[in-house]
């Protein structure tokens, strides 16, 4: 047994787990780094990159095969289109490879020690790693818990067979026929859309009155009018009850009554639960909500000198919020005054078209008590959306009545997913309708959209 001691220690490699790492080597914090897997965790092997990059390979796809299906309007002819997804998968999987290794340097290079194992927690400063080399115990001063999340079962349709989570469906090499998709949210609509798009025939099964109900139904109308063009089934307010006796489809319930669905395989995306069995947190005294470790604005548990980010401390969970806590957490531990500030976390949703949101929604706006201007710019208007052959969507602004601060940005497009980033900045740094309307928007792009709905907003909108 070896025994070694640092001032901090990290279990879990994801990026809470490593960003905070490679900060805290940064910042000369003698750090070691736990991971059992690959190091990128959920987000860089099994979520945010081989899902982006299933998406990009079916959306080519799907355009050669628009082509190579007769006239266009563009005058490209394509003779025949095919996908071979073992190929596709050979090809994510090396992406996948680059950036982990890409992570592996960077810890080294931030001479992080980095541990390759289990972790199991004896209590809140020493944890056992089993290590190919036998055990190692280390001892620290401070832990940063960053163990992620893992898909959520549902006990009636258990992972299994023919029914898979999403890191199965993002290994799959040959395409099923029939896939039914349970959960109409992130993981469901990205993965489905994608997998219609490489000729699945899909239908999603979701328990709520609206797909993706986290955003407002203006902003789903767009996604929801390309499913239906695209042939894929769409059944709101239903659950999935099970298999069918046969095994053979998924037996769901409806207002209507109970209907099977024959499927070759079930994907069911049901949302993530946290990583906290099976490593000995269950002994820590941590407090919780639900199953979720609670933390306060500055990622501190409720047990001294033990920090949580990432998945485990709960919604949102999304990779660049655990990456902002854990570079958080490394100059707090450096000593540095910090605390949760952010006005924002931007969110995408990768479906067709793209959908990013930061800040308020209207109704979130108005439901903190503001009197609100809204601006909304559709990209039919746009003439960079129509030399890119998708005018689906637009850009909205929501800005204070009295001040014009704009509270919320939200857009639904083809590739508007690239707009999170000034979103978000122009939130952070306060801006209000003048400041967006005033600042040269470059031509042509789908940019000036937002210009052009904060225009609108302050009501003289140019090209409307
Ligand atoms: P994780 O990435 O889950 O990493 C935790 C790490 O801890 C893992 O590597 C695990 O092996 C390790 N670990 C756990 N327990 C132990 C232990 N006891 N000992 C040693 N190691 C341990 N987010 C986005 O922002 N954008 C997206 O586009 C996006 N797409 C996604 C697509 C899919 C299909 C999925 C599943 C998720 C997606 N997410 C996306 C969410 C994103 O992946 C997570 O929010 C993010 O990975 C959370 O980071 P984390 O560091 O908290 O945990
Ligand atoms: P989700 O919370 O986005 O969606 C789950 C959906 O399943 C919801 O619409 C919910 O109403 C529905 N549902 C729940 N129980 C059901 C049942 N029994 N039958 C039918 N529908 C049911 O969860 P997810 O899609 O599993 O994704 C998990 C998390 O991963 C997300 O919350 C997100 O944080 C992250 N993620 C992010 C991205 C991104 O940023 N682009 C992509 C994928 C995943």
Known sequence: MKE???????IGAGPGGYVCAIKAGQLGIDTVIVEQGRPGGTCLTIGCIP???????????DKARTLSSGENALGIRVQGASIDLSKTMAWKDAIVGRLTGGVSGLLQKARVKIVHGHA???DGKTVEVETETGLQVIRTETVVIATGSDPVELAALPFGG???????ALSLTELPKRLVVVGGGY?????????????SEVTVVEATSQILPLYDADLVKPVLRRLGERGIKVLTDARAVGLSDTGEALVV????GRRELPADRILVAVGRRPRTTGSGLEELDLDRIGSFLQVDDRCHTSMRGVYAIGDVTGEPMLAHRAMAQGEMVAEIVAGRKRAWDKRCIPAICFTDPEIVSAGLLPEEARGHGFDVKIGQFPFTANGRAMTVEDEH???RVVARADTHAVLGLQAVGAGVSEFASTFAIAIEMGARLEDIAATIHAHPTRGEALQEAALKALGHALHI
Do not use: Q
Request: proline fraction near 0%.
């Open 4 to 10: 070694i001691s640092c001032k901090l220690l990290i």
């Open 51 to 61: 899902s982006k990059a299933l998406i990009h390979a079916a959306e080519t796809f």
């Open 120 to 122: 199991h927690f004896r």
């Open 162 to 168: 023919k029914v898979i989570s999403s890191t199965e």
């Open 187 to 199: 993981i469901g609509l990205e993965l489905g859309t994608a997998f219609a798009r490489m000729g």
């Open 253 to 256: 319930e409806t207002a209507e």
């Open 393 to 395: 969507g637009f850009v």
